[in-house]
Every structure is written in C-alpha cells, then in structure tokens.
C-alpha cells in the first residue's frame, strides 16, 4: 500500500474529477488506469518509466518506492491501494 499527502488544489492532479473546470492534462488516476490496461504482465523494469512520466506530468509526488508498488501490482495485475492524506 502507498501513501500520499498532497493539497486540495492539487486533488484533480491525482483523481479525475469530471466536475472540474481547471483545464488539465489527463489526471494521474486515468494514465494508471490506461498503463494498467495495456501492460498487464509486462515486467516491471517496463511499467516503472511509463508511471514516472504519468506522476511527473501529473506534478504527483510519489516515491520511488510507490511506483515500483503500483508497476508490480500492474504486472501481476492485482489492485494498489493508495492511501490519500488531504493537507490544508
């Protein structure tokens, strides 16, 4: 499981939110949802980059160790659970 603080401006960067009118790139929630669906059984060493770009493009701060969880629960393809801290 991996946690993450981040502030409630910043919430549509992580969660897509059909209701917000701040244009914005793809959240990050989607571009794992769309890496989930198409790498499947890739191995790791493959997913890590791809979710490095999404969270870099999303100005999502995971750890390294967050994204190595989320590449490998990908891989096997079983559910990561995230731990949202919402910070004022």
Known sequence: MGEITIHPQDLDRLLTDGTSSRPRTI????????????HYGRPVSEILPLLHAAA?????????????????????????ELRVRVSR
């Open 27 to 38: 959240s990050y929630q989607q571009a794992y949802v769309d890496i989930a669906a198409t």
């Open 56 to 80: 870099h493009t999303a100005g999502v701060p995971f750890t390294e160790d967050d994204l190595t969880g989320q590449a490998e629960a990908i891989r096997a393809g079983v559910s990561y």
